[in-house]
């Protein structure tokens, strides 16, 4: 299994411009999670699943969006990127039954 | 809200020495779930352990052990026979016991140098 993977691992935005964070598990977990991670700080959570077609926010979800159309994938959009989404993005799942979290790689944004 | 405090921002320990790293937490509820992640230089955040409120036997993986006191809503890790892959930051993390309730709060993390 490759577990969570996580593209792209950086990424550089200019401000105004949009992209999608991908995300992808192959364990079969029902819940999948994104996060944030400023420097310094530790992580919050900006949008969870809890299977495919369902979402909900988190503590941080202005400025994002994210959709489940199956269970591998939950992509995470930004549509109009500020200054203030330069962070490490990472996603997370776990299955229904246990509660730890598998994380991905992580992917470094930085919009200028 | 619960929230999660690591006091310690830097921590060191000779190669082969045990340390601990403290976490405390403040919460109203009664059953929760308690994380120490990992996060080495290549950022990928790893579990290392995890203790359920309900349980009063304390957690131990291998060289990691917490002591968790839930009246004093204190969870510190110990790590024994510490080795130079251990160096990291090391993340503490609090999730409710309610079904519906996702959210994992994260501390701020202690970043752990292993002396050789």
């Known amino acids: 299994n490759a577990g969570v993977t996580q593209t792209p691992k950086f990424r550089i935005l200019k401000i105004g411009q949009s992209m999608t964070l991908q995300c992808t598990q192959d364990?079969?977990?029902?819940?999948m999670y994104w996060y944030r991670q400023d420097p310094g700080m530790g992580l919050k959570l900006i949008y969870y699943s809890v299977g495919a077609g369902i979402t909900d926010k988190g503590e941080v979800p202005n400025g994002y969006n994210v959709s489940r159309s199956t269970t591998e994938d939950f992509p995470l959009r930004l549509e109009l990127a500020a200054p203030s989404q330069t962070s490490v993005y990472f996603c997370?799942?776990?299955?229904?039954?246990?509660?730890?979290?598998?994380f991905g790689p992580g992917t470094r944004l930085t919009v200028t | 809200a619960q929230t999660v405090t690591q006091s310690q921002p830097e921590m060191s320990v000779q190669e082969a020495e045990t340390v601990t790293l403290s976490c405390t937490y403040d919460?109203?509820?009664?059953?929760?779930?308690l994380f120490w992640y990992k996060q080495p230089p290549s950022r990928q955040m790893i579990l290392v352990i995890r203790q359920e409120a309900y349980k009063q036997q304390n957690a131990t993986e291998n060289r990691f052990s917490v002591n968790f006191q839930k009246a004093a809503k204190s969870f510190s890790l110990k790590i024994s026979d510490s080795q130079l892959g251990d160096a990291a930051m090391y993340f503490c993390a609090y999730r409710s016991g309610d079904f519906g309730n996702e959210k994992l709060t994260f501390g701020t993390g202690t970043r752990l140098t292993i002396i050789p």
């Open positions: 919460t109203s509820e009664s059953d929760y779930y």
């Open positions: 364990m079969n977990h029902n819940y």
């Open positions: 997370a799942s776990r299955t229904g039954t246990e509660y730890e979290q598998y």
